[in-house]
């Protein structure tokens, strides 16, 4: 069974920056595609940034392009989510994903497993 265990989330300016950690284990962490969705309050969850397995291809939503870099370090079995320029609107709970069967794509279309969340709150 995967699990993922999230770190990193706190209480941030508008305009700074923080970095999410996602540390996978349970499975071969270099065979999973992995990712981060975010549901702030009142909202759905929705996808915030994905990478594929192998590492080569990711995928953001249109609302963190720009501003968030997703990586994955696959000697630490950990994906990162360093989010810059960070706006009130980014602020929700920031859950780790992963999906549920290996090779996958960097658009995470089938969660098998999910993080606890770690909260990121932007405000001055």
């Known amino acids: 069974q995967v699990q993922l265990v999230e770190s990193g989330g706190g209480l941030v300016q508008p305009g700074g920056s923080l970095r999410l950690s996602c540390a996978f284990s349970g499975r071969t962490f270099a065979n999973y595609a992995t990712g981060w969705f975010r549901q702030a309050p009142g909202k759905e969850r929705e996808f915030a940034a994905g990478?594929?397995?192998?590492?080569?291809?990711?995928a953001y939503a249109d609302s963190v392009k720009g501003r968030f870099t997703i990586s994955r370090d696959n000697a630490k079995d950990t994906v990162y989510l360093q989010m810059n320029s960070l706006k009130p609107e980014d602020t929700a709970v920031y859950y780790c994903?992963?999906?549920?069967?290996?090779?996958?794509?960097?658009?995470?279309?089938?969660?098998?497993?999910w993080g606890q969340g770690t909260q990121v709150t932007v405000s001055s």
């Open positions: 994903a992963a999906d549920q069967s290996p090779y996958g794509g960097s658009r995470l279309n089938n969660v098998g497993f």
């Open positions: 990478i594929s397995w192998i590492g080569t291809t990711t």
